[in-house]
């Protein structure tokens, strides 16, 4: 089987540094231990702390999650309608909201809020979403059992009666951090939800995270990156920073941890790599994005494609091959994967080095694994694709993604490499900035920051950010990213 690999240009680390348990049957998720051995290997140590972390977290998940005595307890009081006080096991449902990738990078940030409130993370998990991701923990599950009291979590918003803010906002709680934990309500939901480009106040503040921590059952909904928010605040920048020696391998590690794609999509990436991507002795990936709501012509997206590419030398140049030049290669294979919804930038770019040698003579395929026109997250082979091509960016030596599009921040933070991203000639953009710009770091950017007026204090938003590795985002004004 692994004579497809090469050891000496890929890693065969098939516990990502003791990342991943041992604890699992491999034929039931084939990707987990083989994915690493298509890329690179990672820039960023794992702390032996989060290694630590890792393994509590799977036992306490065992303890408290699905099937046990524990669990079925916890359901018990939630039907009553009662808060209990030190309950061993405490959850936190994830809910979706929006596309594939925003829900890949609120997954991760549950899951870190997780870790850190010691909660066990369970999804609603929705038809669309089934057979995508294997089980992350061993001996259990993480899908919310059919028979939970609870179905229809679409209800939930930042106005229900059982949202947090609005219980605050209505006084149906107090805001004093020593209320007793009987006194509240059984369940809690927090709309952690981007609302007009912003996440909500009460939300990121220690002395709120005080009081959800006293409830056992949350509901989560987000469609954002807020691991950035809780990196602002002062109650988790301890621990953080042990999980975390590089604040910026915070997606690359979780995200490879708990997102592994499940054998349906992971045949379809091994099946594309194993075709198209495994001799190549240089592989470039380019995403692009066009948002339905900021339409860019194709002619002017090109443009900016090209502008960035000559810029920043990302394709291999065309021209008569000048096979004496000391930067020529005329036995080089380049394979170029093209990621998009339509099929146009593809045939431009293949049709390229289709009519015209490269300088260096190398050879230049161009693939696209599908192109699917229009966006259909409700629908689950449509999701498969998705994933499996984020995937097979994330194993390309250059990744090039599109400005605002968490797909392209998925694969770019499961490769640990930063990528170059094209911004569009659009409204987000206005005057002639650069067509691209290199990222500064792996990280995905939160669009949407957290207002933060906690407890009168200054509002971080728009004022100077708190800790000095959290700033801007380059594709982002207002959004923010660690770096
Ligand atoms: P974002 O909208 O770019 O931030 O990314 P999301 O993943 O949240 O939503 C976009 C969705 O559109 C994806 O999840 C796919 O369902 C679909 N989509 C967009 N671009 C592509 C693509 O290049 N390939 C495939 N297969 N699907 C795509």
Redo the contacts with the bound molecule.
Sequence with gaps: EHRYLDPGKLTNDRFLSGLLSPNFSEQNCLGRYKSSMYRKPSPFPVSTYLIQRLREYEDYHKRCGPNSELYQRSVEQLKSGRNVENSECKYVIWTKS????????SIVSTFLYSLLTKRVILLDLTEEMENLFCEPFPYSTWVLPPDFPIRDFQRFYKDSPESYTKMVENKTISDDVDISPESLPALVYLHAENVNMHLQNHIFCDDDQRILQKLNWMILRS?SYFTAALFLMPMYEKELSQLFPVKESVFHHLGRYILQPANPVWQIIERFYKTYLYNADEKIGI???I?PQAPVPFEKMYQRILECSEKEKLFPEVGPPNITNATSNPTKHTAIIV???FSEYFEKIKSTYYENSTLTGEMVAVYQ????V????H?QF??Y??????YLLSYCDKIVT?A???????SHGLAGSMPWIIRPPSWMYPGNGPACIKSLSVEPCLHSPPIIECKGKDNVNDAEIPVPYIKHCEDSDSGLKIF
Excluded: C, W
């Design positions: 929006n596309g594939l990738g925003n829900r890949m990078l469609d995403q692009i994005r948002f990621v998009s919804l694994p599908s192109h699917e229009h966006q259909k997250t629908a449509h999701n694709k998705a994933l499996a091509e984020m599109s605002g599009s968490t797909f392209g921040y998925v």
